[in-house]
């Protein structure tokens, strides 16, 4: 069962266009929401990241949006470049515990 | 540089054949996972390790065994590997306390046959 679901599974955006990732969670516990990027051949690293007690959080073009009465949280890519074209995950996990519960993905590409 | 190192990067191998991946880090971190990619699927621990001599288990644990005799290391082992433990394997690593960014190692892209 699939803790965190994630869409859509891929995505397409014109360069300097917004992309748009959503995630949501059943877990009320869990307490700690990052986003990771991954590269092709590379290992993910950490984005961004958000704790329920802030409905925002803005990194450069980079925002997580948290709604906890929806049980919902996204990523917002301001003025998508080719560079961003990579896989996201968003992941959950109860006070910064060792386990991440991971969404499965979605792989953005950015066209020029 | 402040990083996680796996070995091997590519391994293919035959069912049943013991194979061990090494998994080391540089930043004096307390907490090591190994996860596992498959598409569709995300990513998904087998195993976790809060300390020298402490494991335990993660959500697909089936068919892996682990140890962590130092801090550093943290080899993931396949006593009989079978098809279905092919796949992409990540170790990771963080510091104690409760907003410890995870560091991934480059993967390891295991396939049995």
């Known amino acids: 069962q699939q803790q965190v679901k994630q869409s859509p599974q891929s995505l397409i955006v014109q360069k300097g266009g917004i992309s748009i990732i959503n995630c949501a969670y059943e877990n009320t516990a869990f307490d700690y929401f990052p986003w990771y990027q991954q590269f092709p051949g590379k290992g993910p690293a950490l984005l961004i990241a958000?704790?329920?007690?802030?409905s925002e959080k803005k990194e450069g073009r980079f925002t997580i949006s948290f709604n906890k009465s929806a049980k919902q949280f996204s990523l917002h890519i301001m003025d998508s470049q080719p560079g961003d074209s990579a896989t996201y995950f968003c992941?959950?996990?109860?006070?910064?515990?060792?386990?991440?519960?991971f969404g499965t993905g979605t792989r953005l590409t950015v066209i020029p | 540089e402040a990083q996680v190192t796996q070995n091997p990067r590519y391994l293919i191998t035959v069912t049943g054949k013991k194979l061990t991946v090494t998994c080391s880090q540089n930043?004096?971190?307390?907490?090591m996972s190994w996860y596992r990619q498959d598409p569709g699927l995300g990513l998904r621990q087998i195993y976790y390790s809060m300390n020298v001599e402490v494991t335990d288990k993660g959500d697909v644990p089936e068919g892996y065994k682990v140890s962590r005799k130092e801090k550093r290391n943290f080899p993931l082992i396949l006593e009989s590997p079978s098809p279905n433990q092919t796949s992409l394997y990540f170790c990771a690593s963080r510091r104690a306390g409760v907003s410890g960014e995870q560091y991934f190692g480059p993967g390891t892209r295991l396939t049995v046959t």
């Open positions: 958000i704790r329920p007690d802030v």
């Open positions: 930043m004096n971190h307390e907490y």
């Open positions: 992941a959950a996990s109860i006070g910064g515990a060792n386990n991440l519960f």
